[in-house]
């Protein structure tokens, strides 16, 4: 049966192509998830293993997956182990990120007339007696010996004008003024080095900066300069090979409880391994589901071509019979050729996505997309490369022929003399039908049940068990879904042929071409519900991602909307006139506020402290034109204090009793340098910065000294009709980071960042999930093809009777746009039911009583149906273009 079962497939290798191409993409689609993980894990231990210099062991956390434990480094006993036969040196790996600045002017000017930053951040990390164990090497100059010595990167150092033998100041809020004075707690340090980061172990910082252990003591807040006092997690040793088995014994003796001595390949393992529990793991099956579902997508296109294949070779079937075939044998012919199709096309597909990964890792588009860093370890192959995606292929192929392969075994002998007849006329399973409406109603009565729950549990008074309670209903009503789709698909054989007939029964009365489509479309509708049901799973999907993102981008539009009452305010330590006045200026910024703040706190009528951030006014007036909300003919004058009624985040009343209130001021270190009382007017207004309660007083008593300002706040009202909302944000952040320490919020800058975080995650869904789509799109085509090769006597008595070439054409066109779109419609109104649902459930716990919009995606709706319908033309041309080919006699002959 091997080499009749070949020459069999030879006659069919056309028709296999289709089903051989969508083994193909989905088998490339799991290879490539596995290449890019593995290139994930490889840049991982890069990494890991370049920020331990040239040590060649370490000691480290004995179970990575237990966290990172921290121990002073008088507890590792350094000058015991340093002591130890075959140690050569050891020391530990202290690492902290500060601010570097240099003194003199706020920017120098370079060579070329450009100017360098005043401040930076830098990452830090303490010297060592041996330069091995430092993961930077120095370009000149050399590492820290003494007190109050550091080595900058190169590209740092040119960033501050400065040069071995300057002085910079280093400390975790390092500044310097005009006139260089030290400000913000920093130290300051000669420059005696200069640094670069060959490895990468510190990319995202452009390299590190190493200080002596006197600074590195100071940064971690330990004022008595004892360096041996500071906590590290890592100690890096360089051990003789020869003598490394009886070094650990001793070493590991010395060693505080919960840490060990590990090789450098044993840290980069345990590195690897805590970051698949914690991230990589769950990205790999993140994407895997997308090559799962591709792979049943596909299930469904090589049923449908299995289908058609036995009831094409009936006779040849029965002849086989007549010889002395056995059912069996039969049986497995058929799981044998689909098994070998399964074998080439997961062969196929392994190469096409290790050429594709090699292309994208070496093409430059993550560098362009900002991930150079994330998948910088390369093409690294791996079993489960070239296992996973054939042993995934063979099966899914295997057990989608499953079903053909029972019918060749019910094939007779004395059927190889009937005339050919490939008209479907099975029933489909009453047990099928029962446990497939049986789904579609539990689903739907799950659903109802979580969102009525869940109505119930925000509206009432929640515990601090409703976080749990919450995700229970989350589950339930994801799983109401899953179980409504299933139950959908399950039966797509009873409700979609009814549907296409009704749709076509209109369609039909367009004229002769439709009202053939219309006729063809019932002669298999367990094949057309099978090709239906492949593109409605796709189309579901991407219309519940489509519709969620949309719903998520209007909830959190009017929860911002109603949490918020200035549209944009920068605010930070770096925030100057001049900076403020920058932003001011912006294209889209209408009116601004420039004031000082400070943070007080208070009490209110019933006992309960509040913390406040006190915003400087010059007048009731100047207040109003940036605040949406009405303050009325509120005063801001001497001791008046106006406040909102609610709470920016919980919306609860604020109850202030008299109306008079006692602000205790706090310094920058947020303790009570004074106190005021003041009388309390409370005006309907909501959120201004990130607070919970910010309230207005007068600029005068930040003048006269009553209060100390902390800092500067800008309040921006946005007008978006001079500019986007996106261009503007983006103008501003452009403005801000020219500023140290400048933070931007309000429902602008909220908004544009959820909508940027939205939009990519909904583009990276829709690309993944548009392969399930395209495979899809290829069994229509595939069902139209087999259509023609099945209806070859009957397109040519249709030819042979007047029907044109074109009214043929037309006839296989509308038959693809009957499947795709009636698909493509029900996929749509599913998806939208599923989207709302999910919105609901999610966003209902978020913003609570602000409302939940159910938005209907028309946008993205209208785009779904319209490539579904350009892709079904698409589809139709190869198989017209077979059909009106053939000459209608010499079709009449070959049926």
């Known amino acids: 049966m091997w080499a009749i079962t070949l020459n069999i497939m030879k006659k069919s290798a056309k028709m296999l192509v289709s089903a051989g191409i969508a083994v193909l993409i989905g088998t490339a689609f799991i290879a490539s998830t596995f290449l890019f993980s593995n290139s994930l894990d490889e840049s991982l231990r890069k990494v890991t293993t370049a920020t331990l210099g040239q040590a060649n062991y370490a000691i480290g956390v004995k179970d ?33 990120v500060a601010n570097v600045s ?9 060579g070329d007339g450009s100017k360098t930053g005043s401040s930076t951040g830098v990452m830090v990390v303490n010297t060592s007696s041996d330069a091995k164990l430092l993961a930077v090497f120095f370009t000149e100059g050399r590492q820290p010996q003494g007190e109050n010595e550091v080595a900058l990167p190169s590209v740092i150092a040119e960033r501050l004008g400065v040069r071995i033998g300057d002085t910079v100041s280093i400390g975790m809020n390092a500044a310097v003024d005009v006139q260089g004075a030290v400000e913000g707690g920093a130290d300051p340090a000669k420059v005696v080095g200069l640094t670069t980061d060959p490895n990468g172990a510190y990319t995202f910082y452009n390299g590190a900066a190493v200080v002596s252990d006197d600074i590195m003591t100071r940064l971690y807040g330990l004022t008595d300069n004892d360096f041996s006092k500071v906590e590290t997690g890592t100690v890096l040793l360089n051990i003789d090979p020869g003598k490394a088995t009886a070094a650990q014994k001793e070493i590991d003796a010395l060693l505080p ?119 910088s370890g390369g093409l690294v192959l791996s079993w489960q490369v070239f296992v996973v995606p054939l042993v995934f292929g063979i099966l899914v192929t295997v057990l989608a022929s499953i079903g053909s392969a029972r019918a060749a075994t019910s094939v007779t002998p004395l059927e190889a003399l009937r005339p050919l007849e490939l008209v479907d006329s099975r029933r489909s399973g009453k047990v099928r039908a029962v446990l497939g409406w049986f789904a579609v109603i539990l689903g739907i009565a799950l659903v109802a049940v979580s969102i009525w729950q869940t109505t119930v549990l925000v509206n009432g008074d929640t515990d601090s068990s409703s976080e749990q309670v919450f995700g229970m209903l989350l589950f339930g009503a994801v799983a109401g879904c899953g179980l409504v789709f299933l139950g959908l698909v399950l039966t797509a054989t009873f409700w979609m042929p009814a549907l296409m007939r009704g749709v076509g029964a209109l369609v039909a009365k367009i004229g002769p071409s439709s009202a053939i489509a219309h006729a063809n479309v019932q002669k298999n509708p367990r094949r057309v519900a099978a090709t239906g049901a492949a593109l409605l799973i796709g189309v579901t999907l991407v219309s519940t991602m489509a519709t969620g993102a949309a719903g998520v981008k209007q909830t959190l539009n009017h929860a911002l909307d109603m949490r918020y009452s200035v549209d944009l305010v920068a605010y930070g330590p770096g925030l100057d006139k001049s900076g403020a006045d920058s932003i001011s200026s912006i294209r889209g910024i209408g009116n601004a506020l420039y004031a000082p703040t400070a943070n007080a706190e208070f009490s209110d009528a019933t006992g309960k402290n509040h913390s406040v951030m006190l915003v400087g006014v010059a007048s009731a007036q100047a207040l109003q034109q940036v605040l949406h909300g009405d303050i009325g003919s509120m005063s801001v004058e001497g001791k008046n204090i106006v406040m909102p009624e609610r709470l920016t985040y919980s919306g609860k009343a604020l109850n202030l009793g008299s109306g008079n209130t006692a602000l205790r001021i706090l310094d920058a270190q947020r303790e009570q340098a004074s106190s005021i009382d003041m009388s309390v007017k409370q005006a309907q207004y909501r959120g201004i910065a990130d607070t919970d309660l910010t309230a ?72 993944l999930l548009a392969v399930a789509v395209f495979i899809a799109l290829i069994g229509v085509a595939n ?75 028309w946008d993205a709706a209208a785009l779904v149906l319209i490539v579904a319908a350009i892709a079904a033309l698409i589809a139709s041309v190869a198989p017209a273009r077979r059909a009106v080919r053939t000459a209608p006699v010499e079709a009449l002959a070959e049926a």
């Open 783 to 857: 069902t139209l093809s087999l259509s023609v090769i099945e209806r070859t006597r009957e397109s040519a008595t249709l030819r042979a009777i007047g029907m044109t070439r074109g009214q043929l054409r037309r006839s296989l066109a509308v038959e693809a746009l009957l499947i795709s779109l009636v698909s493509g419609v029900v996929g749509v109104v599913l998806g939208t039911g599923f989207g709302w649902a999910g919105t609901y459930m999610v966003m209902r716990a978020i913003v609570g009583s602000d409302g939940v919009s159910l938005p209907m995606d």
């Open 696 to 767: 207005f007083v007068s600029e005068s008593l930040f003048t006269s000294g009553e209060i100390q300002s902390t800092g500067h706040m800008l309040l921006t009202k946005v007008n978006g009709n001079e500019d986007s909302l996106a261009n503007i944000f983006q103008n501003v952040q452009t403005a801000a980071s020219k500023l140290e320490g400048v933070d931007l919020t309000g429902p602008v800058a909220q908004r544009v960042t959820f909508e940027q975080i939205i939009n990519t995650m909904l583009a990276l869904l829709v690309g």
């Open 102 to 110: 240099a003194h003199g002017s706020k920017s120098a000017v370079k």
């Open 257 to 375: 409880q919960g840490f060990a001595l590990k090789s450098v390949k044993q840290v980069a393992d345990d590195a690897s391994k805590n970051m698949s529990a914690n991230g990589l793991g769950f990205t790999t099956m993140f994407l895997l589901s997308f090559g799962v579902l591709a792979m049943l997508v596909a299930s469904l296109v090589i049923a449908n071509t299995f289908q058609v294949l036995v009831a094409q070779r009936r006779r040849t079937l029965a002849l086989l019979r007549t010889i002395g075939a056995k059912r069996g044998q039969l049986y497995r012919s058929v799981l044998l050729e689909a098994g070998v199709l399964g074998a080439i096309a997961s062969i196929l597909g392994i190469a096409v996505g290790i050429g594709l990964m090699a292309a994208l890792i070496h093409s430059g588009l993550f560098d362009a997309a900002g991930g150079s860093m994330l998948v």
């Open 64 to 96: 990575a997956s237990g966290g990172y434990l921290m121990q002073p480094i008088s507890a590792f006993k350094l000058d015991r182990i340093r002591a130890i036969d075959g140690v050569r040196s050891a020391n530990p790996l202290i690492t902290t």
